[in-house]
């Protein structure tokens, strides 16, 4: 559980005339689940992108318990992001012809992180997430199935932070509302801050925090817990 402190913070791109992000102040303390709702263009991937360091700031800092994360060598951010952050995407962001265990495996093998502990507690992550065979290859599943191998995956490592970006988007609603309960209870059990963006009434709902950004700035003041 780690908190976070966006401060002054500008992204700005290229033939844009506003930032499309630009905010003055905003903390979110640790553990607390927040929604960020949005517009099509409003800077919500730019927000995630900032918030796991793969987007440069024009101005400002962004302050995981305390640290800017600006301030490390980008091989030290690639480190902290895969130590401390769970990032679950719209599309999946599998590699086909490997099995499930492999693709919760691979981030942790490819940072040498990877031991008996990490392929212990990814099959029980498959398990956790309703997945009985470790072994399937990940092209033969089915979306909901893939979703449910991507949050095992951002989990193995037992993140600090969990992300989501439209993590139903793609998937039916059935399948939807599966994998917006597994990251909601898996974030509570394992006592990880979570940043969900989404326009899913049935996922945002679950929230009591939420934020809206509108043209790159938060519009609704964030409520009680979050401000
Ligand atoms: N690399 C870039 N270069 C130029 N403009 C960019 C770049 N990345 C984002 N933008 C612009 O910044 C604004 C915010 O984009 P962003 O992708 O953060 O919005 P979003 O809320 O995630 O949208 P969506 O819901 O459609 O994915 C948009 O106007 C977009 O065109």
């Known amino acids: 559980?780690?908190?976070?402190a966006i401060e002054a913070?500008?992204?700005?791109?290229?033939?844009?005339?506003?930032?499309?992000?630009?905010?003055?102040s905003f903390r979110l303390p640790a553990g607390v689940h927040l929604a960020v709702t949005g517009a099509s263009g409003s800077g919500k991937s730019t927000l995630v992108n900032i918030l796991t360091g793969l987007e440069r700031l024009n101005k400002g800092a962004v302050r995981w318990d305390g640290t800017d994360i600006a301030s490390l060598s980008e091989s030290?951010?690639?480190r902290w992001r895969g130590e401390t952050v769970g990032l679950v995407m719209q599309d999946?962001?599998?590699?086909?012809?490997?099995?499930?265990?492999d693709n919760i495996?691979?981030?942790a093998r490819l940072?040498?992180?990877?031991?008996?502990e990490t392929t212990k507690r990814g099959r029980e992550l498959l398990d956790i997430v309703g997945l009985s065979r470790p072994e399937q290859k990940v092209e033969t599943m089915s979306r909901g199935e893939m979703q449910r191998?991507?949050?095992a995956?951002?989990?193995?490592?037992?993140?600090?932070?969990?992300?989501?970006?439209e993590p139903t988007a793609s998937l039916d609603s059935v399948s939807g509302a599966q994998v917006a309960e597994l990251i909601v209870t898996l974030a509570e059990r394992e006592k990880s801050t979570l940043i969900v963006v989404s326009h899913d009434p049935a996922l945002i709902g679950r929230f009591d925090n939420r934020i809206r950004l509108v043209g790159g700035r938060i519009a609704a003041e964030p409520s009680e817990a979050a401000a």
């Not at 913070?9 to 003055?24: H, K, M, Q």
């Not at 999946?92 to 265990?101: D, I, N, Q, R, V």
């Not at 940072?111 to 008996?116: E, L, P, Q, V, Y």
């Open 105 to 107: 495996l691979l981030p």
């Open 153 to 165: 995956r951002a989990l193995v490592r037992k993140p600090a932070v969990i992300i989501a970006d």
């Open 9 to 24: 913070t500008e992204v700005t791109f290229p033939g844009l005339a506003t930032p499309a992000l630009s905010i003055d």
């Open 1 to 4: 559980m780690i908190d976070l």
């Open 92 to 101: 999946f962001h599998l590699f086909e012809g490997l099995s499930a265990l």
């Open 76 to 78: 030290r951010r690639d």
């Open 149 to 151: 191998v991507a949050v």
């Open 111 to 116: 940072a040498r992180a990877a031991n008996s």
